[in-house]
Structure formats: structure tokens, C-alpha cells
């Protein structure tokens, strides 16, 4: 039986509005009202996700964006403050050991968030490949809650609550707002594929939750009727499919290298530091990936499974890492690892939902038409 210890400062809430599962040891809302109508909500209209079971530290300090560049693949030092860059933590041979968002706030401070399931395992990390860098990383997880406001309405919403500036923090951008009357970092990231903020409230913690309360219950009293809903993990999950981004552990392991994950974006091998990794990633870059993530739409009725077998010609080339039915597609959709050679966009392969072959297209990522859904869609904000 697990053992069911944390909850975030969110949690009186959830404990009466949502149903409650465990999650990376949380309990967590896995829905509120649904996760069909909450996926549809983000999509058109906004939603509300409390995402403080995510890891979060500050790390600072004379040498922190030397460190950062060491640590990661990508060129940390490119950013200016005020800017912010999905990246990863990759080990020696170019597996991803986790994921993770980097926030520039200052010349020498930045804070770095990562997966709610490796929190131990990434602050153990840091600190072990921080030797001989001048630098502090302070593990604010359980002291700084953060939420996240996700959809094509998430922008005018914040508006109304915000003392000015929630315009000026672009996409992948971050500064200061005061949200509700409380002062907050937010940024302009998220893991929807939609536009919107994710907001960072100081001295929040389960013991003293009274700001992430009242934050909360603003966000809902005013996006209500605009549509807004609170969202849990479910719809989490679903959006993130859609938009053709990565879960840890499913997608993104340590025997899973960035260009493998079709992230490579990632990888900034003209930055002219050395970084950990390095080695292997060049080496990898030069003679190519023998497997690839793809995404496959199914061409018939049936829902694809993490762990069920892909195939080709009757044989099987890989499995499943995620899938879903996608509520705005209308159809199953699913993630997973093939050779090289079977991943060619518009392929026809099949998946074996319990026995049964269902033929799928291999796709481009995100599953949705960007003119229509995610940040990219053409809108006009009011």
C-alpha cells in the first residue's frame, strides 16, 4: 500500500473539489469535473493546474551560469535575464537524467524547476557535479507553490488581477507580477502546448498556505466565467500528448539521448564549454540515431496504451512510451521509439491494442493543427 505523506499547499482544496490519487508520492488531483471537459476548457477557453509538487531551486552565485552551462547540454549563458529555456540534465553517455525549465531572474540567479518524481535524485545531482563552482542551490520546493494558468484566455484572465506587466512576459520570458496583491515570479512556459503564465509564490508552503489559497480561489472566481477550469492530472497528461511533449520516465529515461527524443534542440554543441555529456552527444550527432520518437494517429476506433507493441509488416519494431484518446482530435494517439528507418511522416504502422491491429499514420508533433489549438494559433487578445 502506498503511503500517502505529502500534499501541497493547495491541498484543502483539492481535498474537497477533485478526486484525490497519489502521484510521485502526492496526492494529487487527478480530476476536478472531468478530464474530457478539462482538456476542452484548456483548449478553448483556459485552465487552472496546481503544479506544486514540481521540484524548485535557486541556484546563484558568483559562477552559476558556468555551473548551468556544465550541467546541462544547452547554452544557459545565452540567456538574458528576464528569459527562460527548456532544457535537460543529460549523464556521461547522453541519457537524459531529467528535464527541466531554467528561469535567468538575475546576472548571477536562476531558478530551475524539474519533475515532481526525481526532485531527490536531481538536487543529489546538482550538488554532486557543483564542486568547484561558487555557486549555492537552495531546494525551495516545499516553500514556494506554484500553479499554472494554460489556454487561449489564460493571458486576459491574469490581466484582470495583475498590477500590469502580464503582457510583457512573452513566451519563454519571466519576471515580476503581483497576482491578487501577492508578489510572484512568473513565466511564460507551461506544458499544454497552450500560451499562459506559470506563477511562483514565495512563502507558500504547506503550513502556511493562505497565499496559494487565495491566488487560487482568485484565478477561479474571475476566470470562471470566462470559461476557466481547475484541471488535474489527467488533462494534464492528454494535453501534454497532444502537444507531443516529453514525460520522464516514459519518453525520457538515462538510456534515452536527446536525439533520440527529437529534443536536440537542446543540445548547443558550439557553445565552446565543455558540458557533461559532451562527448557522447557529439559522438552521436555525427553517426546519427538508430531509433526515434515518433507519434502515430490511429486511422481507426481504439485507444493506444503505454507498453503496447508497434508493428510493421506484422512484426514488431517498439512499443508504446504514452497514449491517450486525444478529446480534441477525436481519435487515439499515442508516442513511442522505432528504428530510424520506419519513422518517415505519413508511414502507415500498426498498434496492437489488446490483440486487436489497429493501423496508424505516423505524424508530425504537436497532433493538433497549430492554426487552430496551442500557442502558436492565430488570435487576437482583448
Given at each position: 500500500m502506498v503511503d500517502l505523506t505529502l500534499e501541497t499547499p493547495l491541498f484543502r482544496y483539492h481535498s474537497v473539489h477533485s478526486q484525490v490519487i497519489e502521484f510521485a508520492g502526492f496526492k494529487m488531483p487527478l480530476w476536478f469535473e472531468g478530464i474530457v471537459p478539462e482538456v476542452l476548457a484548456v483548449r478553448n477557453a483556459s485552465g487552472l493546474f496546481d503544479v506544486s509538487h514540481m521540484g524548485r531551486a535557486f541556484v546563484r552565485g558568483r559562477d552559476a551560469e558556468?555551473?548551468?552551462?556544465?550541467?546541462?547540454?544547452?547554452?544557459?549563458?545565452?540567456?538574458?535575464?528576464?528569459?527562460a529555456h527548456y532544457t535537460v540534465m543529460c549523464n556521461e553517455r547522453g541519457g537524459v537524467v531529467d528535464d527541466m525549465v531554467i528561469l535567468r531572474l538575475d546576472a548571477d540567479r536562476f531558478l530551475v524547476v524539474f519533475n515532481a518524481a526525481n526532485r531527490e535524485k536531481d538536487l543529489k545531482w546538482m550538488n554532486r557535479h557543483s564542486k568547484g563552482f561558487n555557486v549555492e542551490i537552495e531546494n525551495v520546493s516545499d516553500s514556494v507553490a506554484m500553479i499554472a494558468v494554460q489556454g487561449p484566455k489564460a493571458r486576459s484572465i491574469l490581466r484582470e488581477l495583475s498590477d500590469g506587466g502580464v503582457d510583457d512576459i512573452g513566451r519563454f520570458r519571466c519576471g515580476l507580477l503581483k497576482i491578487a496583491g501577492e508578489p510572484c515570479i512568473a513565466s511564460g512556459t507551461g506544458y499544454t502546448g497552450e500560451d499562459g503564465l506559470e506563477i511562483f509564490i514565495p512563502e507558500s508552503s504547506v503550513q502556511k498556505p493562505d497565499k496559494a489559497l487565495g491566488i487560487w480561489g482568485s484565478i477561479l472566481a474571475h476566470g470562471g466565467p470566462h470559461g476557466l477550469k481547475p484541471c488535474g492530472l489527467g488533462a494534464r497528461d492528454v494535453l501534454r500528448i497532444e502537444a507531443g511533449m516529453c514525460l520522464y520516465s516514459q519518453e525520457l529515461t538515462e538510456e534515452i539521448t536527446p536525439y533520440e527524443a527529437r529534443i536536440g534542440f537542446v543540445v548547443k554543441l558550439d557553445k565552446g564549454v565543455d558540458f557533461i555529456g559532451r562527448n557522447a552527444l557529439e559522438k552521436q550527432k555525427s553517426e546519427g540515431v538508430e531509433k526515434v520518437r515518433i507519434g502515430l494517429k490511429m486511422m481507426e476506433r481504439g485507444v493506444p496504451r503505454r507498453g503496447y507493441p508497434i508493428k510493421s509488416d506484422g512484426k514488431v519494431i517498439g512499443e508504446v512510451t504514452s497514449g491517450t484518446f486525444s478529446p480534441t482530435l477525436e481519435a487515439g494517439i499515442c508516442m513511442g521509439y522505432?528504428?530510424?528507418?520506419?519513422?518517415?511522416?505519413?508511414?502507415i504502422l500498426q498498434v496492437d491494442i489488446r490483440g486487436r491491429t489497429v493501423n496508424a499514420e505516423v505524424v508530425g508533433f504537436p497532433f493538433y493543427d497549430t492554426s487552430r489549438y496551442g500557442w502558436m494559433r492565430v488570435q487576437t487578445r482583448p
Open positions: 558556468r555551473y548551468l552551462d556544465y550541467l546541462t547540454p544547452s547554452a544557459t549563458s545565452r540567456l538574458n535575464p528576464g528569459e522505432v528504428p530510424n528507418e520506419h519513422s518517415k511522416r505519413g508511414s
